[in-house]
């Protein structure tokens, strides 16, 4: 069974620190995506990542997989208040469906004015 | 834009009473699913569907069942209720069926069960 691991699973922070989110396994994904999720609300797409140590920013969020597609990192530099959420990273098997999308247990992250 | 609805938004049962969970997208998706969100367990998927009249288990199935009548609707039918099912339920719809795609999520529906 394949797992992601994500660490760590709580985070709070002044606005203005920089901060990394890690997401693990023992197994190999063919693709890793990142989702933000707001209080309330269901989870949003940030980015997709197909290709082992592919890196892609998204304006101050920066995304990198890992050489060996086991692990992925986020990081977000200068947060802000907006920032705040539940970050979940999600892997897909070798020529998997949508079925065999696993999710991680999310990162709660706060970020205080 | 609609994207992915979901009713009701709260639900209160008492064990044993049945229900469905309402979830339609207006974006011609092929595939949809369920998750089930708990605390410190993340998002769980319950069923999916690859498109109209094609369902399958995912990995939590166990007390829900589902239909796939067309491409729009997705309901989720809970037959007997129990407190295990307390949990925030969220639809999701993709435009690809492969897990490269972007999932779709509508805002979730609190269920709780008495």
């Known amino acids: 069974t394949q797992l992601l691991e994500q660490s760590p699973q709580f985070l709070s922070i002044q606005e203005g620190e920089n901060l990394t989110v890690y997401c693990n396994s023992s197994?190999?994904?063919?693709?890793l995506q990142w989702y933000r999720q707001e209080p309330g609300e269901g989870p949003v797409l940030l980015v997709t990542v197909v290709t082992g140590g592919e890196v892609k920013k998204l304006k101050r969020l920066t995304f990198q997989f890992g050489d060996a597609r086991k692990d992925s990192s986020l990081h977000i530099t200068a947060a802000q208040p907006g920032d705040t959420g539940l970050y979940l990273c999600?892997?897909?098997?070798?020529?998997?469906?949508?079925?065999?999308?696993?999710f991680g247990k999310g990162t709660k992250l706060s970020v205080k004015p | 834009n609609a994207g992915v609805t979901q009713t009701p938004k709260f639900q209160v049962l008492k064990t044993g009473q049945s229900m469905t969970l309402q979830c339609a997208q207006d974006m011609n998706h092929e595939y949809m699913s369920w998750y089930r969100q708990d605390p410190g367990m993340g998002l769980r998927l319950i069923h999916y569907?690859?498109?109209?009249?094609?369902?399958d288990q995912g990995e939590v199935p166990n007390g829900y069942n589902v239909s796939r009548s067309t491409t729009e609707d997705f309901p989720l039918r809970l037959l007997s209720a129990a407190p295990s099912q307390t949990s925030v339920y969220f639809c999701?719809?993709?435009?690809?069926?492969?897990?490269?795609?972007?999932?779709?999520f509508g805002e979730g529906s609190r269920l709780t069960v008495l």
């Open positions: 999701a719809s993709s435009y690809s069926l492969t897990n490269t795609g972007e999932l779709f």
């Open positions: 569907s690859v498109g109209a009249g094609i369902t």
């Open positions: 999600a892997g897909g098997a070798a020529l998997g469906s949508q079925g065999n999308l696993i």
């Open positions: 197994s190999v994904f063919s693709s």
